[in-house]
Antibody, heavy 120, light 106 residues
Framework: QVQLVESGGGLVKPGGSLRLSCVVS????????MSWIRQAPGKGLEWIAY????????RYADSVNGRSSISRDTAANSVYLEMDSLRADDTAVYYC?????????????WGQGTLVTVSS | DIQMTQSPSSLSASVGDRVTVTCQAS??????LNWYQQKPGKAPKLLIY???ILDTGVPSRFSGSGSGSHFTFTISSLQPEDFATYFC?????????FGPGTKVDV
């Protein structure tokens, strides 16, 4: 069955950096776009980045653009999110999600999320 | 960016009730509208895509309608497992944006 498992969250100081990982299984990873979506505690959902199936195209939300990088490794069946210059408002549960077809924004499978807390 | 609004922000209902949530986009998004269900501590689950199409395995008591900028999500007969928060999301343009959610509780 399809599984997405995130890791890499934790406590980070303001101004620090992090690298989140999402390992997937149960489907042909190279055929799907992948996104990162976050949810601040008690708040709504915010899409923050996607990467195309070929890795040739990436897009970012303004809130993270310029300080984030999404990447993927087909051999490792993994997608990554690197963020620096972290701020308190980056505190959230970060989910990786699969696009069901092409670059459309239909997220049909999600991981369980990894919590990032930015605090001194 | 396309802004998404939902109403109500929360509602109280009982098992067997018909529940309706509305979602409005700040511009015409055609039928590029998804609905998700999220339970506490869990990831969202896709229920409906392209405004009205049920995802695989989703019970038929869930339905969606609308196009352009006004959309409706309905649970025809609320079941105990349906108490959750529901989000709409547009996928017409990047950045993909979500509504603020509607919490359905007892």
């Amino acid at each position: 069955q399809v599984q997405l498992v995130e890791s890499g969250g934790g406590l980070v100081k303001p101004g620090g950096s992090l690298r989140l990982s999402c390992v997937v299984s149960g489907f042909t990873f190279s055929e799907h776009y992948m996104s990162w979506i976050r949810q601040a505690p008690g708040k709504g959902l915010e899409w923050i980045a996607y990467i195309s199936s070929s890795a040739k195209t990436t897009r970012y939300a303004d809130s993270v653009n310029g300080r984030s990088s999404i990447s993927r490794d087909t051999a490792a069946n993994s997608v990554y999110l690197e963020m620096d210059s972290l701020r308190a408002d980056d505190t959230a549960v970060y989910y990786c999600a699969r696009h069901d077809f092409g670059g459309n924004g239909r997220f049909d499978y999600w991981g369980q999320g990894t919590l990032v807390t930015v605090s001194s | 960016d396309i802004q998404m609004t939902q109403s109500p922000s929360s509602l109280s209902a009982s098992v067997g009730d018909r529940v309706t949530v509305t979602c409005q986009a700040s511009q015409d998004i055609g039928d590029s509208l998804n609905w998700y269900q999220q339970k506490p501590g869990k990831a969202p689950k896709l229920l409906i895509y392209d405004a009205a199409i049920l995802d695989t395995g989703v019970p038929s008591r869930f339905s969606g309608s609308g196009s352009g900028s006004h959309f409706t999500f309905t649970i025809s007969s609320l079941q105990p497992e349906d108490f959750a928060t529901y989000f709409c999301q547009q996928h017409d343009d990047v950045p993909f944006t979500f509504g603020p959610g509607t919490k359905v509780d007892v």
